[in-house]
C-alpha cells in the first residue's frame, strides 16, 4: 500500500517569502498526485494535481509542483507567499486503490 | 455548482449516545470517502464505497462504527455508543472510480462526545 510523508508540520514564514513544502511517498506502481489546501475552518480543496506528461505542475494561486519521479517526491512551491496562504496543506498520492494522505503541513504567513 | 453536503455541521452529545451522520455524494459520483480528522492524528481514511458497496472499512473502529450507503444519493456513518476520544471533524468526499479523479471533500461533521 501507498504512504505518504510530509517532512514538516509547521512552517512559519514572512509575506513575500518564497514556500517549498516537502512530500515524499512510497508506491512503486503509478500514481497521481494531489495537493490540497484546507483554510482555517474550511473543507479541503483541491490546489493542483499531477496525472501524467510535463512533472512540472501548474495549481491556482501561484502553487507549482514538481513531480521528481526518481525521488519519489512532489514537492510544492510557491515563489512569493501571502497572509492569505495560511492554512494547512495536504500532499496525497493515488495508487491503485485508495487515496492516501500526508500528514499535513500547517503554513503560518505573517503580515 | 456541484458539492458534496453533510449534516449536521456540528454535533454536541454526551458520552454514550448514538450519533448519525449524513453524506450527500455529488450526483453522478460513484465512490464515497470518510475521513476522520483530529489534530493528534491527521486525516484518517475510515471507510471508502464504490458504487454503495464497501471497499474498505479497515480504518473503522468495528465496533463501534459502521458505514453504509441506503441508495447512491446517501452515505451515513454511525457512531454507537459515541465516546469522547470520537470527537473530530468527520468529512465524507466523492468521486469517480478510476485513477485520474480526483476527490472533492464535504464541509465536514464537527463532533464533540462529552
Known amino acids: 500500500a501507498q504512504s505518504v510523508s510530509q517532512h514538516n508540520h509547521h512552517v512559519i514564514l514572512s509575506e513575500a517569502a518564497s514556500l517549498e513544502l516537502g512530500c515524499n511517498y512510497s508506491?512503486?506502481?503509478?500514481?497521481?498526485l494531489f495537493w490540497y489546501v484546507q483554510y482555517p475552518g474550511q473543507h479541503l480543496q483541491l490546489l493542483l494535481k499531477?496525472?501524467?506528461?510535463?512533472?512540472l505542475v501548474k495549481g491556482i494561486k501561484g502553487f507549482e509542483a514538481e513531480f521528481i519521479k526518481s525521488k519519489f517526491s512532489f514537492n510544492l512551491r510557491k515563489p512569493s507567499v501571502q497572509w492569505s496562504d495560511t492554512a494547512e496543506y495536504f500532499c496525497?498520492?493515488?495508487?491503485?486503490?485508495?487515496?492516501?494522505f500526508g500528514a499535513g503541513t500547517r503554513l503560518t504567513v505573517k503580515p | 455548482d456541484a458539492r458534496v453536503t453533510q449534516t449536521p455541521r456540528h454535533k454536541v452529545t454526551e458520552m454514550g449516545q448514538e450519533v448519525t451522520m449524513r453524506c450527500q455524494p455529488i450526483?453522478?459520483?460513484?465512490?464515497v470517502f470518510w475521513y476522520r480528522q483530529t489534530m493528534m492524528q491527521g486525516l484518517e481514511l475510515l471507510a471508502y464505497?464504490?458504487?454503495?458497496?464497501?471497499?474498505?472499512d479497515s480504518g473503522m473502529p468495528k465496533d463501534r462504527f459502521s458505514a453504509e450507503m441506503p441508495d447512491a444519493t446517501l452515505a451515513t456513518l454511525k457512531i454507537q455508543p459515541s465516546e469522547p476520544r470520537d470527537s473530530a471533524v468527520y468529512f465524507c468526499?466523492?468521486?469517480?472510480?478510476?485513477?485520474?479523479?480526483?476527490?472533492?471533500f464535504g464541509p465536514g461533521t464537527r463532533l464533540t462526545v462529552l
Open positions: 468526499a466523492s468521486g469517480l472510480a478510476g485513477i485520474y479523479n480526483e476527490q472533492f
Open positions: 508506491y512503486g506502481g503509478t500514481v497521481n
Open positions: 499531477y496525472f501524467s506528461g510535463d512533472p
Open positions: 496525497a498520492v493515488k495508487g491503485d486503490n485508495d487515496m492516501r
Open positions: 450526483l453522478g459520483h460513484n465512490t
Open positions: 464505497f464504490r458504487n454503495r458497496a464497501p471497499l474498505d
